[in-house]
């Protein structure tokens, strides 16, 4: 498993929440919710972002929140649903991904319960994330995307 830690920046985002089961129901609020509120709001080829703040295993399929984000600059104004926020900066374990919905909740479990225990580091508060940096593929035909899933770390 390749692993890079970096420093990222604190980052500005416009979001969407989904409330509700992760997996197939978060890409279909992608792409009928999202992408249209991206078009509209001329984001769609701003990074984009993927937060989960809830652990399924623990939350409640029905409450598990979900933010789809967008990088804005710091003067954006969101309207309707759309809210504000920033994505901590920090130091961070970062995975690259390459598979479909039902593939990505392995690689966070490989990330998670095998990589991280034997690295040194622990998580912090700050959200853990997927991140979708500009030429992000997706393939509608197999459903096969490419992320970079990150993880917010602090020393033992």
Same mark, same amino acid.
């Given at each position: 498993m390749d692993v890079k830690l970096i420093e990222r920046p604190p980052t500005t985002v416009a979001y969407l929440r989904h409330l509700g %089961?992760?997996?197939? %129901?978060?890409?279909?609020?992608?792409?009928?919710?999202?992408? &249209?509120?991206l078009v509209t709001n001329g984001l769609l080829d701003q990074p984009r972002y993927g937060i989960s703040h809830d652990d399924p295993? !623990?939350? /409640? &399929?029905?409450?598990?929140?979900?933010? /789809?984000? /967008?990088? !804005?600059a710091p003067q954006f104004v969101p309207s309707g649903k759309a809210l504000k926020t920033t994505i901590p900066g920090g130091r961070y374990a970062v995975m690259s991904f390459q598979g479909t919905v039902k593939d990505i909740e392995q690689a966070w479990t490989a990330l998670l319960q095998d990589w991280l225990p034997s690295s040194g580091l622990q998580l912090d508060a700050r959200p853990c994330f997927e991140h979708y940096p500009r030429g992000s593929s997706y393939d509608p035909q197999t459903g096969v995307f490419s992320c970079e899933i990150c993880i917010p770390v602090i020393p033992l």
């Open positions: %089961p992760y997996g197939q %129901p978060v890409l279909r609020f992608w792409m009928e919710t999202v992408f &249209p509120w295993k !623990i939350t /409640a &399929p029905e409450q598990c929140r979900y933010d /789809a984000c /967008a990088e !804005i």
